[in-house]
Nanobody, 123 residues
């Protein structure tokens, strides 16, 4: 199970930190990712992190503003979002996968998905 939290309403330029807590399986065996889906748009990749946390990847649209991290002792992955823009408004989903070597960028590489948390950035 994956439980995402931390979403909310924030003004442009502000920050939010999303958390995603895992339970029921061995968290450290899975790489983790964050995706988002805006109204009327397809779900898109945001960021990913390897099992040990040593490798990360970001979508170009968030690079330099968002940071993904994980705490395997707490079975939790985080997404620190700074300098938020109205176009970041979306439902954010965390996901876990184990089919790829380091991590995945495509949704098919993830087997488990959280319920999503809404992020709204006002202009």
């Amino acid at each position: 199970q994956l439980q995402a939290s931390g979403g909310g309403l924030v003004q442009a330029g502000g920050s939010l930190r999303l958390s995603c807590a895992a339970s029921g399986w061995t968290f450290s065996r899975y790489y983790m990712g964050w995706y988002r889906q805006a109204p009327g748009k397809e779900r898109e990749f945001v960021a990913a992190i390897s099992r040990g946390g040593g490798s990360t990847a970001y979508a170009d649209s968030v690079k330099g503003r968002f940071t993904i991290s994980r705490d395997n002792a707490k079975n939790t992955v985080y997404l620190q979002m700074n300098s938020l823009k109205p176009e970041d408004t979306a439902v954010y989903y965390c996901a876990a996968g184990d089919v790829s070597h380091y991590f995945g960028r495509d949704s098919w590489e993830y087997a488990y998905w959280g319920q999503g948390t809404q992020v709204t950035v006002s202009s």
